[in-house]
């Protein structure tokens, strides 16, 4: 595990890790015009992060849509079900006036509003897949899912709007869950299945033949915001502030479970976008308790130990630098651009050759 106990740490790993994504790879020095005329002409970055639920994208990675949207990326949210079942998870929420959450379409009209909201103040764009959510079933035995929902749709099937999105919006880079969820929740799971499976169709032209012209995005990335390094070091730095930390419990459970942790290799600097993020978590009024865990924690204390987003790069088409076991990259977008310029020196060579 690395060690980031201070920002002095974290800069040297900055200075020591791989390119990050605004750098520019041309050696010699470009005069201003060169410079004005190379970024006109060049293909914006595009990200897109694909989750289960509305809120999730303001609980997972949010920071990061944030700042890459100030960066200039274009960054396209991607949400699989309306989460109509949903409970109401903040005590101090009240329906608005107009609305009702007794129905699944009661549910959906707040969701889509609450939606919006948090996607304006991450500044991201933002689509519906249509699923239905499919609850997070409880009981022993468990309850069979609801018909009709999105775990239940065939993956083929289920995926192909996401392949469809996919081809639309062209994003080089991806973001979705890890094989168990990240939590179990059937949605969840659902969801990584159908992006991988979006990620590894969307450039093959002999698969969903009738969705769009193939596009094949270069990364795939799992979030990682709840990782154990990440528990730990904000519990102790609540404990070393002399405040009550919310985690102990959480940290506890996952310790007896003893679930295995997945590896992460890229952690994106983000606490100058903590604000937007707890606006987006904000957004999400009948699923987020301002008084909750997320709130918890003073920001100058997460900014101080844990500034990050963390992530675990699952799938690459292309090639990447060297990294040592203890260095990581520092942004999604790490060998996108290089491989885009090579890609234009290879079409401008065809067309020499042609
Ligand atoms: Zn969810």
């Known amino acids: 595990m690395p060690d980031k106990a201070s920002n002095e740490q974290h800069e040297q790993r900055r200075t020591r890790g791989v390119e990050h994504t605004a750098s520019n790879t041309q050696c010699r020095p470009l005069s201003a015009q060169e410079v004005q005329v190379s970024e006109t002409e060049r293909e914006p970055l595009r990200l897109m992060a694909v989750h289960a639920h509305p809120d999730d994208e303001s609980s997972k990675g949010a920071a990061t849509t944030a700042r890459y949207v100030a960066e200039g990326v274009e960054v396209l949210v991607v949400t699989c079900t309306g989460g109509e079942r949903g409970d109401i998870l903040n005590p101090s929420y009240v329906v608005p006036e107009g609305h009702e959450f007794d129905s699944l379409e009661g549910r959906s009209a707040v969701r889509r509003e609450e939606m919006a909201r948090s996607a304006a103040a991450l500044g991201v764009r933002h689509r519906w897949l249509g699923f239905v959510d499919s609850g997070l079933p409880e009981g022993d035995p468990l309850p069979p899912l609801p018909e009709g929902c999105f775990a239940l749709v065939p993956l083929e099937e289920a ?3 996401l392949v469809r999105l996919v081809r639309e919006f062209r994003p080089h880079v991806m973001t979705t869950y890890d094989p168990s969820g990240g939590y179990p929740h059937p949605d969840h799971i659902r969801c990584h299945e159908v992006s991988a499976a979006a990620f590894a169709a969307a450039g093959d032209a002999t698969r969903y033949s009738t969705a769009g012209e193939p596009w094949e995005p270069m990364k795939l990335y ?37 679930i295995p942790e997945r590896e992460v290799t890229t952690y994106v600097e983000v606490s100058d976008y903590f604000p937007q993020r707890d606006e987006a978590l904000r957004a999400h009024a009948s699923q987020i308790d301002p008084e909750g865990f997320f709130f918890a924690v003073p920001r100058d204390i997460e900014a101080d130990v844990w500034p990050w987003d963390s992530y675990e790069l699952a799938e690459s088409n292309i090639p990447l630098p060297q990294r040592a076991h203890d260095e990581y990259e520092d942004g999604l977008f790490v060998g996108v651009r290089e491989a885009l310029d090579a890609g234009d020196e290879d079409r401008r060579t065809a067309e020499v050759n042609a």
Not at 225 to 252: K, T
Request: proline letters at 5%; zero cysteines; a negative charge.
């Open 222 to 258: 799992y979030n990682h915001g709840f990782s154990m390094e990440s528990l730990r070091a904000v519990h102790e730095g609540m404990e070393g502030a002399g405040l009550e930390s919310p985690f102990g419990d959480w940290i506890e459970s996952r310790t007896a479970r003893e």
């Open 159 to 161: 995926a192909e709007p």
